[in-house]
């Protein structure tokens, strides 16, 4: 499988819930000791790519092997983006958006 | 009473307390501003948190640092620490050596600054030695890069007592009142924990680990009483130069004393204070510096963890260790507690060393970036990960003193008030 280079959207009480109601509780994953969070993947050039719209993110080589850093605003756009396509898969949408402005 | 400080050598105090007697020695001195980087290293000197440097370096201690990483003399000492400056300064100020001149500090007096020699050092080969790479994105390297072309050697006189601002203000203790401290509460045996994060619970069970191990052969039975305890765990947070995305100071220092004042370490054996200093992130040599100013601090153990004072891919994981092994225990008065990581394991269904649980394929490492990722999405994390209550102290010195985030941005950098600040004399 070709690497990813991941988002990680980490989910409360209220968003879970809302996710379980509509059936999309199985785009998340568990994670340290029970917390829920939505990896949405990204290619190696998406990365890129976000990483240069939001300089002040980071690809956390070293530990995670994710992008990190990105503002809450964002990732809340990405969840609702994810939300409503029913699907993971919705970077290039994304990235497309923010370069429309 | 003379105190013994590293290298089994007396602690250096060089304060001039008495503001009229200040006064009196820096009539008449040329003045030459320090930055807040040669500020901060001034402070560190005087008070003797370097013991037993008295002042900057000079060239024959920066050279023996780089090769052979101990001063002249051979104390073991990790990391130059050194005042640039421009030639351009040098004739404006008209330094030379043998001079004696005022640092200043915002304008106001600092400390006496007696100039033995004016040197230059090949910085690349200072980087290199220090560091182990010639990378400018390093951030240490990127420091001694942007340092200027001379540097002067000399010693240091405080004239000036810095004033620390709150919240900072009950954690900031010398080195002799950090030992008076372990006097009143009578603690033969204190393990440091050094930090620059808000503690999740791995962090917790490390120092709860350390404690341990530094405690050993110990009698225990006295400590079936609060307030008997005769061993502490000193959470010795650094305060110094930030890079956006770092946590503020105020959330980790504040955060690191809620873990007592919450009761997950008892009143009698945890203690949170801070030291000056700007993470050079030498990872190997920056833990044998560590291990110099915290016996200076007159700690016995200190503990290491996973990349201690690391950053990027640089350095192995455990490299600091081995570094540590390599130095005779003659040479460096106190004793290293080499901690593995604690981790969640779903199966125990708790934190777990991962030396010790044997659910190997399923344990959930604790990883701080992936913690601050959960703190940036603002999602209350699981106690058995991060306690509640640290949570909210976190979230409140976002909203106090962080202009709504925990972590360092850009308003924090050009807003934020300095920790400390030099008053008029």
Request: charged share 25%.
């Amino acid at each position: 499988m070709a690497e990813t280079f991941p988002i990680n959207i980490w989910i409360n009480e209220e968003r879970f819930k809302a996710l379980q109601q509509a059936g999309l509780a199985g785009l998340l994953k568990e994670e340290l000791a029970g917390m829920k969070v939505m990896i949405v993947p990204c290619t190696e050039p998406q990365r890129d790519k976000v990483l240069k719209l939001f300089p002040m993110a980071k690809y956390d080589a070293a530990t995670t092997k994710s992008i990190e850093l990105l503002p809450k605003q964002v990732k809340d756009k990405l969840y609702e983006l994810a939300v409503k396509r029913k699907t993971l898969s919705v970077m290039d949408e994304f990235i497309k958006a923010v370069e429309k402005g | 009473m003379k105190l013994i400080g590293h290298g089994g050598k007396p602690l250096v105090e060089r304060v001039i307390a008495d503001k009229a007697e200040a006064r009196k020695k820096i009539k008449g001195m040329k003045e030459v501003p320090a930055n807040r980087q040669m500020a901060t290293e001034a402070i560190g000197i005087a008070y003797g948190f370097f013991s037993p440097i008295q002042g900057f370096m000079k060239k024959a201690d920066v050279d023996a640092t780089c090769k052979k990483m101990e001063l002249a003399d051979g104390t073991v000492w990790s990391i130059p620490i050194v005042y640039d400056i421009s030639d351009k300064e040098i004739a404006d100020y008209g330094i030379k050596a043998g001079s004696t001149v005022l640092l200043t500090c915002e304008g106001n007096p600092l400390a006496i600054f007696e100039i033995e020699e004016i040197f230059t050092y090949n910085k690349e080969k200072m980087a290199e030695a220090v560091y182990g790479t010639k990378e400018e994105k390093h951030p240490g390297v990127a420091r001694t890069y942007a340092y200027k072309d001379k540097f002067l050697g000399g010693k240091i006189t405080l004239v000036n007592e810095p004033k620390v601002r709150e919240p900072f203000t009950p954690y900031f203790l010398t080195p002799r009142q950090h030992r008076a401290k372990f006097a009143e509460k009578k603690w033969k045996r204190i393990v440091a924990h050094q930090t620059r994060n808000v503690p999740h619970s791995g962090h917790e069970w490390l120092m709860k680990h350390a404690y341990i191990a530094a405690h050993g052969d110990m009698p225990v039975e006295q400590m079936e009483s609060m307030g008997k305890a005769i061993s502490g765990v000193l959470v010795n947070c650094i305060v110094g130069e930030k890079r956006a995305g770092d946590y503020i100071d105020e959330a980790i220092v504040l955060t690191q004393d809620e873990l007592r004042k919450s009761g997950y370490f008892r009143e009698d054996i945890h203690m949170v204070t801070m030291t000056f200093w700007d993470m050079r992130y030498a990872g190997p040599r920056e833990s044998v510096h560590h291990s110099i100013i915290r016996t200076n601090l007159g700690l016995t153990h200190h503990m290491f963890g996973r990349d201690h004072a690391g950053v990027g891919t640089y350095y192995h994981s455990y490299q600091a260790h081995h570094l540590l092994m390599s130095i005779p225990k003659e040479k460096l008065n106190i004793t290293p507690i080499y901690v593995l990581e604690w981790a969640y394991c779903p199966h125990c269904g708790e934190v777990t060393c991962i030396g010790l649980c044997g659910h190997w394929k399923e344990l959930q490492k604790f990883s701080g970036t992936k913690i601050r990722s959960i703190i940036m999405d603002e999602v209350k994390p699981t106690r058995l990960i991060f306690r509640p209550e640290v949570f909210d102290v976190v979230m409140d010195s976002a909203k106090k003193y962080g202009f709504g985030s925990p972590f360092v941005t850009k308003e924090y950098l050009a807003k934020a008030a300095p920790a400390f600040r030099i008053d008029p004399l």
